[in-house]
C-alpha cells in the first residue's frame, strides 16, 4: 500500500491550497483516511478525517471553518482543501490511512492508523 500526497506549495496568507492523496496498491472497504501535519521544531498534530462514507468528518479546532476533508473513494483519494490559510498553518502534510474504521477517540490519534504518506510542504507567508 502506498500513499502518494500532492499539492503542496508556497502561497500568502489568505491563500488557499488543496491538497490530494491517492492510495495505491491494497485498498480497504472501511479505512478511516486523514491528515497530519508537523511543523519545524513541534510534534506531528491532527488536522482532519474522514471515514468511508464521508459523513461527518473531524477537524482540528485550529482548522475548522477553514479546511474541508473530503473524498473519492471510487479513486481511492482524499482531498484537503485549505482556505483562509494562516502562517501558522506552515508545516509537512501527512495522509494516512487506516486498515479498518478508526473509533472516535482514537481520531486524532497518530497510533490509530496503519499507512502514511511522504508528506508535502506548505509554507504560508505573511
Known amino acids: 500500500v502506498q500513499l502518494q500526497a500532492s499539492g503542496g506549495g508556497s502561497v500568502q496568507a489568505g491563500g488557499s491550497l488543496r491538497l490530494s492523496c491517492a492510495v495505491s496498491?491494497?485498498?480497504?472497504?472501511?479505512?478511516?483516511r486523514g491528515w497530519f501535519r508537523q511543523a519545524p521544531g513541534k510534534e506531528r498534530e491532527f488536522v482532519a478525517a474522514?471515514?468511508?462514507?464521508?459523513?461527518?468528518?473531524f477537524y482540528a479546532d485550529s482548522v475548522k471553518g477553514r479546511f474541508t476533508i473530503s473524498r473519492d473513494n471510487a479513486n481511492n483519494t482524499v482531498y484537503l482543501q485549505m482556505s483562509s490559510l494562516k502562517p501558522e498553518d506552515t508545516a509537512v502534510y501527512f495522509c494516512?490511512?487506516?486498515?479498518?474504521?478508526?473509533?472516535?477517540?482514537?481520531?486524532?490519534?497518530?497510533?490509530?492508523?496503519?499507512?502514511w504518506g511522504q508528506g508535502t510542504l506548505v509554507t504560508v507567508s505573511s
Open positions: 474522514s471515514r468511508w462514507s464521508g459523513d461527518n468528518p
Open positions: 494516512t490511512a487506516s486498515v479498518g474504521v478508526v473509533g472516535l477517540p482514537g481520531i486524532p490519534s497518530s497510533h490509530s492508523y496503519d499507512y
Open positions: 496498491g491494497r485498498t480497504f472497504s472501511r479505512s478511516t
